[in-house]
């Protein structure tokens, strides 16, 4: 075993400005970070492994209505609530992912059970939820998931062909990506990534964005690095993002940083593609890039504080 353990986790990125932010509003992103920060750490300080960590931090995070997964994910167009959450395992390569699914209370520990039960990588639909049945997962009634300011950006573009990325300028809080993330190093240098959302507000035809795309919104590999993405999911699964930068390390040599910075700030950006992402390699070394005005994210390196953040500086 090393000394060498780290966690980071996301809670969306986009127009995040200090000037449409509440302080009692702000104190509770970073409450909610702060709780799945110190979700994961327990179970990394105490030899468990990235896995459970990822997972427990995203639970956290999916707990917390002010994030777009879980409770408090974002309307579709009719009204309804489809999930989608991924994970993997960088030591096996073993990843889970599940979209389109209502009413199961953690869709990430859904997608956990996927890859470690199912003999699968990846469900949908109705007939996920029944495995989640057999798997005896909570689930919860409709009105759990509804949050008042996600039902507000709803009702403004409901009766439209529009979507929205979780919130918009004119839905008074700016636009931004709710999705939720964590990233992970173990005492035993294994790293994993997991991710959950609600998607899109007004999301409709069985829309799925990166974020259960093993590959485009969630990777990990113990060679390379975890990576757990949010933003504009149509250019993140055409870039393959989270893969990519896998790919950029262990082909072309890239540093941690220089792949980030050039998938983030220059590919994506030439794409077109707004959103940020969170990445750990086997060294300990946590990247948090991002293109748009903020993204909410904290890690944490070992036994140091955690540092949590909302905005560019
Ligand atoms: N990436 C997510 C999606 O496209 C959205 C987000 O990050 O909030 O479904």
């Known amino acids: 075993m090393n000394n060498n353990f780290g966690i980071a986790v996301h809670g969306g990125a986009g127009t995040i400005l200090r000037s449409l932010m509440t302080p009692e509003k702000e104190a509770l992103y970073i409450k909610g ?5 110190d979700a994961g750490h327990k179970i990394l300080i105490s030899g468990g492994s990235s896995v459970d960590a990822v997972e427990a931090a995203v639970m956290v995070l999916e707990n917390f209505p002010l994030f777009n997964a879980g409770k408090g994910a974002v309307f579709t167009n009719k009204g309804t ?3 989608d959450a991924s994970i993997m395992d960088g030591k096996t390569l073993e990843a889970g992912a599940v979209s389109g699914i209502s009413n199961v209370q953690n869709p990430v520990a859904l ?3 996927i890859k470690d039960k199912s003999g ?15 798997m005896q997962l909570p689930f919860q ?13 709803w009702q403004e573009v409901k009766d439209s062909d529009g979507y929205q990325l979780d919130h918009t300028v004119n839905s008074g809080e700016g636009k931004k990506f709710g999705t939720v993330g964590a990233v992970a190093l173990d005492l035993h240098g294994n790293i994993a990534a997991a991710t959950s959302t609600g998607g899109m507000t007004n999301k409709r035809f069985g829309r799925v964005g990166d974020s259960p795309m093993i ?12 990576v757990s993405c949010t933003g504009h999911g149509e250019y993140f699964i055409r870039a393959v993002v989270a893969y990519d930068i896998s790919c950029l390390m262990e082909y072309k040599g890239y540093t ?13 950006v030439k794409l ?16 948090l890039p991002f293109n748009s005005e903020g993204m909410y994210r904290a890690y944490k390196k070992g036994n140091t504080d955690a540092v949590v953040k909302i905005y560019e500086d």
């Open 81 to 83: 609530h489809e999930m």
């Open 215 to 226: 590959g485009a919104g969630t990777y990990a590999n113990n060679h390379t690095c975890a």
């Open 256 to 268: 941690l940083k220089q792949a980030c910075d050039y998938v983030v700030k220059d590919k994506l």
């Open 33 to 37: 970070l702060q709780e799945a920060i």
């Open 111 to 113: 997608a956990r059970l």
């Open 141 to 153: 009634p409709d009105d759990y998931f509804y949050e008042e300011g996600r039902y507000k950006q």
């Open 120 to 134: 699968h990588v990846f469900l949908c639909g109705s007939e996920a939820e029944t495995f989640a049945k057999l």
């Open 272 to 287: 077109g593609g707004e959103g940020g992402l969170i990445a750990i390699d086997k060294s300990g070394n946590i990247e």
